[in-house]
């Protein structure tokens, strides 16, 4: 059992590694990132596709459980609409300034690929261990994957509609910050969605371990949390709004007033008055404005 697990695991790597390393090649020659999410979300449908066929050799799904196939359309489903919008995205801004410094030099730009094959090995750890393991020793649908399926599918609900609003909004205010919409309860509410899918798919997933040690998915979950709150999500979304929106009264009220992770009713706190901004925007009520938090 640990040895077939351990074989998928292995297998779901190699096409992981195989197809960042490809895809940096191709990038790094070209000088453009604009391949960088497109390519991550094609590695998670074929890691996905390929933890189902080779387990179950490819022509014999019969012995598939309910759990297996709800988590890989969960991943797949996932893949396919974020892979799509930040490509519409990057295509639309014409690139993604978080590469502006190192698509230009190699070596740096390999570290984000390095990067980004960790983040889909890891953070969707409990998927590829469920679709690798045997069928007969796990029980079907049980209360707890009900569980799961709701908080999964609540997070893609706040992420995907946080992400349309705020790419809707910007088509028409490039140049103002996002505070309405699902915005106006939550200053991120896209990595909000994130973290809590991923959570749905590590609830889902208990009852499809065969052994104690397949539990160390916990990881998935943590690590894309870590990664989100301590080093590239929130973090350089705050440093980039800081910048373009630091000294506004009513991006310092928002703040204020907002959480900043979980969804709820932002406090009553009034926009202080600001000298140095013009229009009506300097007496606008937390909840007004929108904006960019990539």
């Not at 590695?43 to 490819?58: E, K, M, P, Q």
């Not at 899918?197 to 040690?213: E, Q, Y």
């Not at 705050?238 to 009513?250: I, V, W």
């Amino acid at each position: 059992m640990v040895a077939s697990v351990a074989v998928n695991l292995l297998a779901v790597f190699l096409l992981d590694l195989a197809i960042q390393g490809i895809a940096y090649v191709i990038s790094a020659f070209l000088k453009t990132e604009k391949f960088y999410d497109l390519a991550g979300s094609l590695t998670y449908i074929a890691c996905t596709l390929l933890s189902l066929l080779y387990r179950h050799n490819g022509d014999d799904l019969t012995n598939v459980q309910p759990r297996q196939i709800i988590i890989a359309v969960m991943v797949m489903v996932w893949a396919i609409r974020l892979g799509t919008f930040l490509f519409i995205r990057v295509l639309k801004e014409g690139k993604d300034a978080r590469f502006d410094s190192v698509k230009g030099n190699p070596l740096r730009f390999s570290i984000y690929w390095i990067m980004q094959l960790i983040w889909i090995y890891v953070t969707a750890l409990p998927a590829w261990i469920v679709l690798g393991n045997d069928t007969f020793n796990v029980p079907n649908l049980v209360w707890s994957d009900y569980v799961g399926i709701v908080v999964w599918v609540y997070g893609f609900i706040v992420e995907s509609t946080a992400d349309t609003q705020k790419f809707m909004f910007k088509l028409r205010n490039r140049k103002d910050f996002m505070s309405s919409g699902v915005w106006y309860y939550c200053q991120y509410p896209n990595y909000h969605g994130e973290i809590v899918l991923w959570i749905g798919i590590w609830i889902l997933s208990v009852h499809g371990f065969t052994d104690n040690w397949q539990f160390v998915s916990i990881i998935s979950p943590l690590f894309e949390a870590a990664l989100i709150l301590g080093l590239s999500g929130v973090p350089l979304a705050e440093k980039s709004l800081e910048t373009r929106y630091g000294t506004r009264a009513d991006f310092r009220a928002y703040k204020a007033a907002t959480p900043k992770f979980f969804l709820w009713f932002p406090r009553n706190i009034p926009v202080e008055d600001d000298p140095n901004q013009e229009g009506p925007d300097s007496t606008a009520q937390t909840g007004a404005q929108g904006g960019s938090l990539m």
